[in-house]
């Protein structure tokens, strides 16, 4: 089965400090692995998939396939990074949906 | 240039009535989703098309019927609202499964 496990639902950092925002999988497969973002009463967007390895908006996530994680890094926090961000994960073969963890809110406080 | 749109925003129905919740995407993908996120933003697929064909459906009330009149559009139809059923219903499309999902404004249905 799918599952995407992100254990804090709250995460409440100082802008400049670093963040990092937990996310477990459980697949028996090869999965894809994403996050999500969602600014205030916006919709969705993605913010990176690991197999495009790339930073956005100075975030990155590495898969770790032995501890089945793909946790979320920012080495210093903005205030405009306050959103709810999702880890989401993807089979590869066949018709695959999305599955979400249930978010973690980011707050960034001045 | 809206990828995904939906309509309406915002619904505001009493509880009993049938209602329905457009989307539309100009992306020539071939897959579409229905998601619903809850009061605690939680975020649960309920149904995917491809190409017009239902390919996912979760455990969902029989009250929600999706319809593909095309691979561009997804509508919902919700039947008999509960008040269970407020929550925010974000459509999404996609042009592969399993590929990147690009997820519509969303649309805030109240049931009172």
């Known amino acids: 089965a799918q599952r995407v496990t992100q254990p804090e639902k709250l995460l409440s950092v100082f802008k400049g400090a670093p963040v990092e925002l937990k996310c477990n999988y459980s697949y028996s497969g090869s999965p894809e692995l994403f996050w999500y973002v969602q600014y205030s009463r916006q919709r969705l967007q993605l913010l990176l998939r690991h197999i495009s390895r790339e930073s956005i908006k100075g975030f990155t996530a590495d898969l770790n396939k032995g501890e089945t994680s793909f946790h979320l890094k920012k080495p210093f926090a903005q205030e405009e990074d306050s959103a709810m961000y999702y880890c989401?994960?993807?089979?590869?073969?066949?018709?695959?949906?999305?599955?979400f963890g249930t978010g973690t809110r980011l707050l960034v406080s001045p | 240039d809206t990828a995904v749109s939906q309509t309406p925003k915002y619904l505001v129905t009493q509880m009993g009535n049938d209602k329905s919740i457009k989307c539309e995407q100009n992306l020539g993908h071939d897959t579409m989703y229905w998601y619903k996120q809850d009061s605690k933003k939680f975020l649960k697929i309920m149904f995917s098309y491809n190409n017009k064909e239902l390919i996912i459906n979760e455990t969902v009330p029989n009250r929600f019927s999706p319809k593909s009149p095309d691979k561009a559009h997804l509508n919902l139809h919700i039947n008999s609202l509960e008040l269970g059923d407020s929550a925010v219903y974000f459509c999404?499309?996609?042009?592969?499964?399993?590929?990147?999902?690009?997820f519509g404004e969303g649309s805030w249905l109240t049931v009172v």
């Open positions: 999404a499309s996609s042009g592969h499964s399993g590929n990147t999902i690009y």
């Open positions: 989401a994960l993807s089979g590869t073969s066949g018709f695959q949906k999305l599955v």
